[in-house]
């Protein structure tokens, strides 16, 4: 993660300018990077302490004891929001890849533009150009996704994210609405 943190560094005004052309906003717009810079930041340093495997711990019943075997999701889907398009589409998605899933996002259709920049800097990254991309669509889009995935991150309105915990549940797949 930090790979695709120094490829954003590296190049901030392509995507500033397409966040701007899409929402209207220039100081959020610049916000809006560095809070993913520091979410990326934030997330790596957390690493150590949340990814520990094996772990053994007891219970209050003596002879039980429970071990961690983290199991990565084969693809997460994430939904987000018009709002802050770019912080809210990798809000989940940075934690995810960070915890070896594969992530596919669906950011709102009002604000495409700035997803072929984004793709552009994770294109400069080899590591996520394989298990890390964002499509383009509307509503129908979005609700056809929890076909494909693991385990799906939606934020967004709540009638909306009702009709996606009932699609969830249906086809028995984990949601963080």
Not at 20 to 45: A, F, K, M, P, Y
Not at 115 to 138: K, M, R, S
């Amino acid at each position: 993660m930090q790979k695709s943190k120094k490829a954003i560094l590296s190049n901030p005004k392509k995507l500033t300018l397409a966040l701007v052309n899409d929402t209207g906003r220039l100081i959020e717009s610049r916000i809006e990077i560095e809070s993913v810079i520091n979410n990326i930041d934030r997330w790596c340093n957390l690493v150590p302490e949340l990814l520990v495997n094996g772990e053994i711990k007891t219970t209050t019943i003596p002879f039980i004891q429970l071990k961690n075997k983290l199991i990565p999701d084969q693809l997460v889907g994430i939904i987000s929001p018009w709002n802050f398009p770019l912080l809210l589409s990798l809000i989940d998605a940075i934690p995810s890849l960070i915890a070896g899933c594969a992530v596919i996002v669906k950011p709102s259709e009002i604000v495409p533009r700035f997803i072929q920049p984004l793709l552009e800097t994770i294109a400069t990254v080899p590591l996520l150009n394989d298990i890390f991309t964002y499509i383009e669509g509307a509503g129908e889009t979005g609700a056809n996704l929890i076909e494909y995935v693991d385990f799906i991150c939606f934020t967004g309105r709540v009638a909306t994210g009702k009709k996606l915990a009932e699609s969830a549940a249906k086809n028995f797949i984990p949601a963080s609405l």
